[in-house]
């Protein structure tokens, strides 16, 4: 692919007429969930002081995609994805409404953060897999694997931009403004689907017409999933990820403190590094990645990442954590584009809205128990030694998990 025509199909994606307003608002509401996310981290750590009690809180944000992952797609599947989306949306800001609240009226405790990280959690894990489905509405086969690398580099920097903004607003201002914004990127994604032609969507009375119950959608999801080899060796490795390596996220504000004596100053300007290197890795792979060789860059940029976690890990130079955080960024976006890509190619168009829900609950229920692990490891052996181990047996997972699944991965075909 050449750099002009590989920018080209960017620009092409960017002007379709739906899809382009959908990216930006689902960014803006990406963004308003991220710094939502910091702030309730770095909450969690001023009143605790513990990585115990931040894996806890990941893991209630994170756990319940175990179980409404695949509800989330079976009713994408059935219904119209934007219905799902918008629901979701609009709880998701009744909640935080409710937080900033309970902030303003000077009633905060761990307990509450706790219950409000379960809430978005819950909501997130039902309504996600549909905002994944519904790319397949709005873009045309042949501009797919494009669309997904964007919107792949679009959300995954919003992973980093919305924790930088959130440490910024609340070093000059507090929290209490930081919950204010995360709610009115929800807004911004409200109202674009709100304008969305309903002819763009796939007929929910004709998906409502097979009879099929809600459950009887979930166990042929879990079924499929399990048979098709390919979709199954995806999936695995997508989960290795999530265990051993997206935790990292969720303990940026212990790894600032106890790294390099920080506060949200130093996670803002880590996750700002996180966003630029990931901002990079995205255009690099959307325009200039190798034609077909997906799959070998996925698994280059996969232990990549790996490695730089365990040089982070026992690094202790702010300057050189924030290159290494960069280096770090640009695989988290490789790693999940190319996943997602890999995945929307293989899965069959009547399985795709449950095969992303299951996508989000891997990615969110690995997360999960990655964070629980991680965080009580950390209290015993250290958050170094914690991080550290839990990215070699990632690395070496990976590799096992490849390997056995080597024949299966050979029929994922990127064209």
């Given at each position: 692919?050449?750099?002009?025509?590989?920018l080209?199909?960017i620009?092409?994606?960017?002007?379709?007429?739906?899809?382009?307003?959908f990216?930006?608002?689902?960014?803006?509401?990406?963004?308003?969930?991220?710094?939502?996310r910091?702030?309730t981290?770095?909450?969690?750590w001023?009143?605790?002081?513990?990585?115990?009690?931040?894996?806890?809180?990941?893991f209630?944000?994170?756990?319940p995609?175990?179980?409404?992952?695949?509800?989330?797609?079976?009713w994408?599947d059935?219904?119209?994805?934007?219905?799902?989306?918008l629901?979701?949306?609009i709880?998701?800001?009744?909640?935080?409404?409710?937080?900033?609240?309970?902030?303003?009226?000077?009633?905060?405790?761990v307990?509450?953060l706790?219950?409000?990280?379960?809430?978005?959690?819950?909501?997130?894990?039902v309504?996600?897999?549909?905002?994944a489905?519904l790319?397949?509405?709005?873009v045309?086969?042949?501009?797919?694997?494009t669309?997904?690398?964007?919107?792949?580099l679009?959300?995954h920097?919003?992973?980093?931009?919305?924790?930088a903004?959130?440490g910024?607003?609340?070093?000059?201002?507090?929290?209490?403004?930081?919950?204010?914004?995360?709610?009115?990127?929800?807004?911004?994604?409200?109202?674009?689907?709100?304008?969305?032609?309903s002819?763009?969507?796939t007929d929910?009375?004709?998906?409502?017409?097979?009879?099929d119950s809600?459950?009887?959608?979930?166990?042929?999801?879990?079924?499929?999933?399990r048979?098709?080899?390919?979709?199954?060796?995806?999936?695995?490795?997508?989960?290795?990820?999530?265990?051993?390596?997206?935790?990292?996220?969720?303990?940026?504000?212990?790894?600032?403190a106890?790294?390099?004596?920080?506060?949200?100053?130093?996670?803002?300007?880590?996750?700002?590094?996180?966003?630029?290197?990931?901002?990079?890795?995205g255009?690099?792979?959307?325009?200039?990645?190798?034609?077909?060789?997906?799959?070998?860059?996925?698994?280059?940029?996969?232990?990549i990442?790996?490695?730089?976690?365990?040089?982070?890990?026992v690094?202790?130079?702010?300057?050189?954590a924030?290159?290494?955080?960069a280096?770090?960024?640009?695989?988290?976006?490789?790693?999940?584009?190319?996943?997602?890509?890999?995945?929307?190619l293989?899965?069959s168009?009547?399985?795709?809205?449950?095969?992303?829900?299951?996508?989000?609950?891997?990615?969110?229920g690995?997360?999960a128990?990655?964070?629980?692990?991680?965080?009580?490891?950390?209290?015993s052996?250290?958050?170094?030694?914690?991080?550290?181990?839990?990215?070699?047996?990632?690395?070496?997972?990976?590799?096992?998990?490849?390997?056995?699944?080597?024949?299966?991965?050979?029929?994922?075909?990127?064209?």
């Amino acid at each position: 692919m050449s750099r002009r025509g590989g920018l080209r199909d960017i620009a092409t994606v960017l002007r379709l007429p739906h899809y382009g307003p959908f990216l930006l608002a689902r960014t803006a509401s990406a963004v308003g969930v991220w710094m939502e996310r910091l702030a309730t981290g770095w909450l969690v750590w001023e009143l605790t002081q513990s990585t115990a009690w931040l894996g806890v809180v990941a893991f209630l944000r994170l756990a319940p995609a175990l179980f409404l992952g695949l509800l989330g797609g079976a009713w994408s599947d059935r219904t119209r994805p934007t219905r799902v989306l918008l629901l979701g949306k609009i709880a998701i800001v009744a909640v935080k409404l409710t937080m900033l609240a309970i902030l303003l009226a000077g009633a905060l405790t761990v307990e509450l953060l706790a219950a409000v990280a379960l809430a978005i959690g819950a909501l997130q894990a039902v309504s996600n897999p549909a905002a994944a489905a519904l790319v397949w509405d709005l873009v045309p086969r042949k501009q797919l694997g494009t669309a997904i690398s964007v919107g792949a580099l679009s959300l995954h920097t919003a992973t980093f931009v919305g924790p930088a903004l959130a440490g910024l607003v609340a070093a000059v201002s507090g929290f209490a403004p930081v919950y204010a914004l995360a709610a009115a990127g929800q807004v911004a994604l409200i109202w674009v689907l709100l304008r969305m032609p309903s002819e763009l969507q796939t007929d929910a009375a004709e998906k409502r017409a097979r009879g099929d119950s809600l459950w009887t959608d979930m166990m042929a999801g879990a079924r499929y999933i399990r048979e098709d080899r390919a979709v199954f060796a995806i999936l695995a490795i997508h989960f290795v990820f999530a265990v051993s390596a997206q935790p990292l996220i969720d303990l940026m504000p212990a790894i600032a403190a106890l790294f390099f004596n920080g506060g949200a100053v130093t996670v803002s300007m880590m996750t700002a590094s996180l966003g630029a290197g990931a901002l990079i890795g995205g255009v690099w792979l959307a325009a200039f990645s190798p034609k077909g060789a997906l799959k070998s860059v996925v698994g280059c940029a996969l232990l990549i990442l790996m490695a730089l976690i365990i040089v982070l890990a026992v690094n202790r130079n702010l300057p050189v954590a924030l290159g290494l955080l960069a280096g770090i960024g640009a695989c988290l976006v490789i790693r999940a584009s190319g996943l997602q890509t890999l995945l929307q190619l293989t899965v069959s168009d009547e399985m795709r809205g449950r095969a992303m829900g299951f996508y989000g609950l891997l990615i969110r229920g690995g997360s999960a128990i990655g964070a629980l692990a991680i965080g009580f490891a950390a209290e015993s052996i250290g958050l170094s030694w914690a991080i550290a181990v839990a990215a070699m047996a990632g690395a070496t997972t990976l590799v096992i998990v490849a390997k056995r699944h080597r024949v299966s991965l050979t029929r994922v075909k990127v064209k």
